[in-house]
């Protein structure tokens, strides 16, 4: 919910701006008592006390927990797909690595883990949440990446006949060094040149089997 739809239609730009930064707060007690506690474990009324607001200021901004859980992932996964445009069609290899950095950055965040780690907990219970940071979290970049791609094969510079195949590939094996051993391995940490290294891997790998022309 933005801070315009909390607002009655005539606030002045004062109380906007009062709602937006209680809006705020709410959601960084949220991300915190979330990680911290999981998505059941964690007390509305603990989160506006650490927000410093009422629970009815709580309500009248995120009228049910779900919604405050959407507008954390929400939180948590900006920046990412639409942090600046896409790449211009004409160098694969250039264009991919500007969105593979991108999404390392995205994934390499300290609570990305966490909040991975919430939503596969909370599955079974709440499977909206999962459909939740699909949807606002992983989907959007994905999206962002196929369409690259499909600028990339409309201009020639690449052959691929499954856009969504080599998608899944390519963050596939950044996502694989940079956040999947962090769930199961605590502390995970690959540093920044096995990121990079990960990174230049997956272009290289994408670019040999769909760039052009393709080797003889």
């Known amino acids: 919910m933005s801070s315009e739809q909390a607002s009655p239609p005539g606030a002045t730009a004062y109380h906007r701006q009062v709602a937006e930064q209680k809006r705020s707060a709410l959601v960084a007690a949220a991300t915190r008592l979330f990680l911290a506690q999981g998505y059941s474990g964690a007390s509305l009324a603990r989160i506006a006390v650490d927000a410093g607001v009422s629970r009815a ?5 995120f009228p049910t927990k779900a919604a405050l859980f959407d507008a954390m992932v929400t939180e948590s996964w900006a920046p990412g797909a639409d942090d600046g445009p896409l ?3 004409g160098d694969l290899r250039a264009g991919l690595r500007a969105l593979g950095t991108r999404y390392a950055e995205l994934l390499g965040r300290p609570e990305m883990v966490d909040l991975y780690r919430i939503v596969i907990a909370e599955a079974p219970r709440f499977p909206e949440l999962s459909r939740t940071h699909f949807d606002t979290g992983k989907m959007p970049f994905y999206v962002a990446v196929r369409d ?8 020639g510079t690449a052959r691929i006949d499954d856009l969504d195949i080599a998608t899944t590939h390519f963050l596939g094996m950044i ?8 769930l199961l391995l605590p502390g995970w940490d690959p540093g920044p040149e096995m990121v990079a290294t990960s990174v230049a891997e997956a272009v290289e ?3 040999a089997r769909y760039g052009t022309p393709w080797p003889a």
């Open 148 to 155: 690259y791609l499909a600028a990339e094969r409309a201009a």
């Open 87 to 89: 790449p211009a069609a």
């Open 57 to 61: 200021t709580l309500f009248k901004q």
């Open 175 to 182: 996502a694989n060094v940079v956040l999947w051993p962090g």
């Open 205 to 207: 790998t994408i670019g």
